[in-house]
């Protein structure tokens, strides 16, 4: 540990840090150091403050206007001085902006042999940073003069307790002294939460600077010795926020230590939480504003014209308080357009229009889950209309919100829209024909889409069906002419998107007449095939009512005996008395499903005969 000693009138001790040592002899009068008395501060080069002891020794003869006040000093002294060299002080503070000035220590006074005025704080509150003159604030930690006259105020911040004693000089100035009801020898004590106290209370302006802090001992009499043994100080403040030369809107998220300037205009302050949890008082040109009772939340307000609270507008002109009149939630009455189905809540519009209700003349948010659209303007008819952009497909949840003088309102009921603009693909998988003559068509489409089925070219459907909600489908005709058919699907979804199949299924439509019977034949030929009209159709051969092929009748009803005809490698067959297949042209099916596009129509019936 390296130690130095200062002990002559006024010396300084700095090592170039915002604190310094000053050997105070301010009231010593004729009396000669080294002769009269003795006076010195020893500290600890290398942990300076801490360490720090001052020692006294000064005639028993009682002055009770103290002889001296070595000190601490931290920052700059009454007058703005500070030692050559000296780093980190603090920037001045006007007394509105403390957002948090305190002290942390641990002292112990010992071997007081006559009468010590106080252990104190002394703080010189100076109406220019940096400056002179102004109030002086000696905020005692112990006191050993008592006063006994009626203190001007008491004062409790979290279980330090003390009488306050204000004098005023002829000049206006004033002396503030704070004297304990017991010491505080360690601990932390809230500097800042006293000035607010004085600053509340209307002992002293927020605009006032606070420039340095001292700490030190105050002797009448005899000797004695102070040990420093730790000692800091937190020292921070807000910058002053100054409104432009128009209406400005100042919005207070942490309370306590905010000093507000207006600047012309109509200036509003936005306080969180209502209005009845704010304590408000009018100093001179200033309002003060804390939050319940807690001195340490105290706001300066200067030129501010409305405090706005959750549930109200406090008028600082007339200081009245107007409660706020409650602001209905908007309602989203509708949107277009709405396709297809109207009122449910699909469309295949990508820009929509809502339309709705609110307060006349406010302004309406309007959001799109958690993101913010826009806004619009309510007329004096309380109706509002908003354009939307370009949308994405999927389901869009529309809310709004209402913004008046008075505040904002609740969210409205969430209006949910599904912008759909995809067209659906219907599908026909799939035909069976019926022994009625009917044809049934199965395929797959969006669920839930209206199906039109078309027979070539025409563009009255044969009839429509629904597709599942599973996206199958199935649709049976009425009895069909014996004509070629092409069959094809046209799908609306729920949007109004529309799809037509791509492609169809082409079947040859048949008519029953008489049936055709086996007369006689066996297997490898058959020796009569009969029945009441000739037909130049194309026919379907069945076995076991399975079609196996088909052929063209070229000639009379009547066939004679032998084969029906011979199977080629190529799939044909070349058949007696003008029966003929042509795979290419003619319906070939396995399993029910078909093989090739039919020209087909009449059904011929042949029971257990193969080709031959």
């Known amino acids: 540990m390296s130690v130095t000693t200062i002990s002559a009138d006024w010396a300084i001790y700095s090592n170039s840090g915002p604190y310094w040592a000053y050997n105070s ?57 500070t030692p050559p060299g000296t780093s980190g002080e603090p920037a001045p503070t006007q007394l509105g902006n403390f957002a948090n000035l305190s002290a942390t220590y641990n002292v112990t006074l010992s071997g007081v042999t006559g009468i010590i005025d106080d252990v104190m704080f002394d703080l010189w509150l100076t109406p220019l940073p940096n400056g002179s003159g102004g109030d002086e604030v000696i905020f005692g930690i112990y006191e050993g003069a008592i006063n006994t006259a009626t203190p001007t105020y008491t004062y409790n911040d979290a279980g330090f307790s003390a009488n306050i004693y204000v004098t005023v000089h002829s000049d206006g100035s004033k ?34 600077y606070l420039s340095g802090a001292y700490f030190g001992v105050e002797p009448k009499s005899g000797s004695g010795t102070l040990a420093i043994n730790t000692f800091s100080y937190q020292w921070n403040g807000n910058p002053t926020t100054t409104g432009t030369v128009g209406n400005d809107i100042f919005n207070i998220t942490n ?78 009455a509708s949107f277009s357009p709405d396709s297809n189905i109207v009122g449910d809540g699909i469309t295949n519009a990508r820009t929509l229009v809502l339309n709705g209700t609110a307060v006349a003349n406010s302004t309406v948010h309007v959001l799109d889950g958690t ?35 008075s505040g904002t309102s609740p969210a409205s ?14 599908v026909i998988t799939s035909f069976s024909d019926n022994s009625n003559g009917t044809v049934t068509l199965s395929g797959t489409s969006e669920p839930n889409s209206a199906l039109s089925i078309y027979d070539g070219a025409n563009t009255t459907p044969l009839g429509m069906v629904t597709t599942a909600a599973n996206g199958t489908w199935s649709f049976t005709s009425g009895v069909l002419t014996g004509t070629n058919h092409s069959f094809r699907a046209r799908a609306v979804d729920v949007a109004g998107n529309a799809g037509s199949t791509l492609g169809g299924i082409h079947y040859g439509g048949h008519q029953i007449y008489d049936p055709l019977t086996v007369s006689s034949g066996t297997v490898g030929g058959i020796a009569d095939l009969a029945h009441g009209s000739q037909h130049a159709h194309a026919n379907h051969l069945l076995h076991n009512t399975q079609q196996l092929a088909s052929w063209e009748i070229n000639h009379t009803s009547t066939l004679g005996g032998g084969a029906i005809g011979t199977l080629s490698s190529a799939g044909a067959i070349t058949g007696n008395g003008g029966f003929n297949y042509n795979p290419s042209t003619d319906l070939l099916l396995q399993s029910g499903q078909p093989l090739a596009i039919p020209l087909l129509h009449d059904t011929m019936i042949v029971n257990n005969g193969l080709f031959g």
């Open 25 to 81: 002899p301010w009231n010593k009068g004729s009396l000669v150091n080294g002769v009269d008395f003795t006076q010195s501060i020893t500290v600890d080069t290398s942990n300076f403050p801490n360490g720090t002891i001052i020692n006294w020794s000064w005639p028993q003869t009682i002055n009770w206007s103290d002889y001296a006040y070595p000190c601490i000093i931290f920052g700059s002294d009454w007058g703005g001085y």
């Open 175 to 208: 002396v503030i002294q704070v004297e304990p009801s017991t010491p505080m020898w360690s601990g932390t004590l809230s500097i800042s939460d006293f000035i607010k106290f004085l600053v509340w209370n209307g002992v002293e302006p927020a605009n006032k």
């Open 255 to 332: 309370i306590g230590g905010n000093h507000v300037v207006g600047n012309g205009g109509s200036d509003t302050v936005v306080y969180s939480g209502t209005y009845s949890a704010y304590q408000i008082e009018h100093s001179g040109s200033e309002l003060l504003v804390q939050l319940n009772g807690n001195i340490s939340s105290l706001d300066v307000l200067e030129g501010i014209g409305f405090v706005n609270f959750s549930n109200g507008t406090y008028n600082v002109a007339n200081s009245t308080f107007t409660p706020a009149v409650s602001v209905a939630a908007p309602v989203i």
């Open 371 to 405: 993101t913010q659209l826009g806004t619009a303007v309510v007329n004096a008819n309380g109706a509002w209309s908003f354009t939307t952009g370009t949308l994405a497909d999927g389901t869009h949840s529309f809310t709004a919100t209402d913004t008046n003088a």
């Open 413 to 426: 009921s969430i209006l949910n829209v599904t912008v759909d603009t995809l067209a659906p693909t219907p």
